[in-house]
């Protein structure tokens, strides 16, 4: 009779490989009620691991991979990454797990670095950050067995899946500097987004657009960009230069910011006395700038901790839950000012 495998059990309880592996390896990803369904028909199906498996699945490689799908000249100079980082490692290395740093052009050679990776042992979960929505990189992680975590929304989380997300509200953000650049007067705010495949871009550009008809904007026009000092330069120039151009530009990132901060200059604008400018995460950037540019203000440090703390956890055995990271708020410096007459 032919020894039953982990492919057998999940048809015969109709969840996926990943779900009987956490499951028979008693790791997080599936809840006790699933977990008691697929050990109930393993049982019954007589299945038993073999004595490489277990030895295999005793060891830990004590090791978080992160593979980041992003062009690596650009990553180089984005504060938010080296942040987040950073606040990854005060986490990590306190309990003594290595992080595991990847750099790839695109989700393909990210699914494929995490595939190698995890086969050779040398990762126990991973991170997955700037999510798209319909991110194959999710489904892959199910597909692998392989435990993590999603740095984003939880929506873009396919039905029944159990990798816990941590979020920030990004929405209620938008909402509020919207808000703010209306009271103080400004009718017309363009907004300058990153990547419109990412979901977090997707998400600030519906918060944005809902917030400029709650306030009847003459004008509210989006530029989608790749998040470059250069991509920042050309779309800052195309909505100033238009015939009736904004008086307030809000940017998705700091460096978009600073370009826009410098084309503003070239053209002789004043800011914030003909142009209002607000950056995306708050980096040094916004405080060596002149004038000091006003934020959308996050801890990144904090976000990174508090996403390395619930991988650990889920690793431990926590069940898994996601966490809601603080809401950026909207903090004042001399980009902003009512609008010119």
């Known amino acids: 009779m032919r020894r039953p495998t982990i492919s057998d059990i999940a048809e015969a309880a109709g969840v996926s490989i990943g779900a009987v592996s956490f499951a028979l390896n008693d790791r997080p990803g599936v809840s006790a009620q699933t977990r008691e369904r697929i050990l109930a028909i393993a049982a019954e199906m007589g299945w038993q691991p073999s004595a490489a498996a277990r030895n295999l699945s005793a060891a830990r490689a004590e090791a978080i991979g992160l593979v980041i799908a992003r062009d690596a000249a650009t990553l180089g100079v984005e504060p938010f990454y080296m942040k987040f980082i950073a606040g990854l490692e005060t986490e990590l290395s306190a309990t003594g797990t290595a992080l595991v740093l990847q750099v790839v052009g695109d989700h393909e050679k990210a699914i494929e670095a995490l595939r190698g990776l995890w086969a050779a042992r040398r990762i126990d979960a991973t991170i997955l950050t700037d999510l798209w929505v319909n991110d194959e990189r999710v489904a892959a992680l199910d597909r692998l067995g392989l435990p993590g975590i999603l740095v984003g929304h939880p929506s873009v989380r396919p039905p029944g899946a159990g990798t816990p997300a941590v979020w920030s509200d990004d929405a209620a953000a938008l909402t509020e500097a919207v808000g703010y650049l209306a009271g103080i007067g400004h009718r017309r705010i363009a907004r300058v987004g990153g990547l419109v495949s990412l979901s977090h871009t997707r998400i600030r550009t519906a918060a944005f657009r809902a917030a400029a008809r709650r306030h009847d904007l003459v004008a509210a026009e989006v530029v989608d960009t790749d998040y470059t000092w250069e991509a920042g330069a050309w779309a800052t120039e195309r909505l100033l230069t238009a015939a009736e151009p904004p008086t307030a530009i809000m940017f998705d ?67 898994p839950v996601d966490y809601q990271d603080a809401t950026p708020r909207l903090l004042l410096r001399d980009s902003i000012a009512p609008p010119p007459r």
């Open 253 to 319: 990132n700091d460096i978009m910011a600073t370009a826009g901060l410098h084309v503003a200059r070239k053209l002789g604008l004043d800011v914030p006395g003909r142009l209002s400018i607000v950056a995306g995460d708050d980096s040094q950037l916004c405080e060596m700038a002149f004038p000091a540019l006003s934020a959308l203000a996050r801890d990144v440090h904090a976000y990174g901790a508090h996403a390395a703390r619930v991988l650990l956890a889920f690793l431990a055995g926590a069940a």
